[in-house]
């Protein structure tokens, strides 16, 4: 399974929108692109996926460049309940996947 | 998570003795996982099954061993507990959904310490 590249940290002004960047370069044609956030020590928390095409959700919207090497997670109006680890993660469409979550990038939201 | 139940949820013990983590799913998920996660490390893949009694390393998988005798449980053996072993571990389940997209439910973690 192709690797994905995080920005460690972020932060987000309260009611902006936070754009969470992901590159995965060596991704192929037949693997998908998962977002996971992760609230403190909770388990992480499925929030999107897609394979080609830009994708929405009540959470959050993915948006996939036309070469799928990068992505970007959008959350179009953060609040303070947004504050988390974002993972990138690329797979195979094909069953037994193993996911692998690598150290995601810490979302801070500002008041 | 709703059907997805791990236990104990906390648990000391000393180096050298066994320890086993129990995955309960009541999802009829094909798919389960152990995950452990550290501090600068994230989740770290251990072991996996995709199946009764088939499972399949990860990428930190020495030291654990695994077992699934049947759908609904997963458990995650350490033979003998080293200090090193000390981590929270997470279960995950998945299916297969439409267009072969693959998502995960991840339970609430077991907090292990060995002394």
């Known amino acids: 399974d192709a690797k994905t590249t995080q920005p460690t940290s972020m932060d987000c002004a309260e009611g902006r929108a936070a754009n969470l960047p992901c590159n995965h370069s060596t991704i192929s044609g037949n693997e998908y692109v998962y977002w996971y956030r992760q609230i403190h020590s909770q388990g992480p928390q499925y929030i999107i996926h897609?394979?080609?095409n830009n994708e929405t959700n009540e959470m959050a919207s993915l948006i996939i460049t036309e070469d799928r090497k990068s992505s970007t997670l959008i959350l179009p109006h953060a609040t303070l309940r947004d504050t988390a680890v974002y993972y990138c993660?690329?797979?195979?469409?094909?069953?037994?996947?193993?996911?692998?979550f690598g150290t995601g990038t810490s979302l801070t939201v500002i008041p | 998570d709703a059907g997805i139940t791990q236990s104990p949820r906390h648990k000391v013990t000393e180096t050298g003795t066994p320890v086993t983590l129990r995955c309960h799913q009541t999802?009829?998920?094909?798919?389960m996982y152990w995950y452990r996660q550290d501090p600068g490390h994230g989740l770290r893949l251990i072991h996996y099954s995709y199946g009764v009694k088939d499972t399949d390393k990860g990428e930190v998988s020495d030291g654990y061993s695994v077992s699934r005798s049947k759908t609904e449980d997963f458990l995650l053996t350490l033979e003998s507990a080293t200090s090193s072993q000390t981590s929270v571990y997470f279960c995950a389940i998945s299916d297969q959904q439409g267009a072969g997209a693959n998502v995960l439910t991840f339970g609430a973690g077991s907090r292990l310490t060995v002394l």
């Open positions: 993660i690329v797979s195979r469409t094909n069953t037994g996947n193993q996911f692998y």
């Open positions: 999802e009829n998920h094909r798919y």
């Open positions: 897609g394979l080609k």
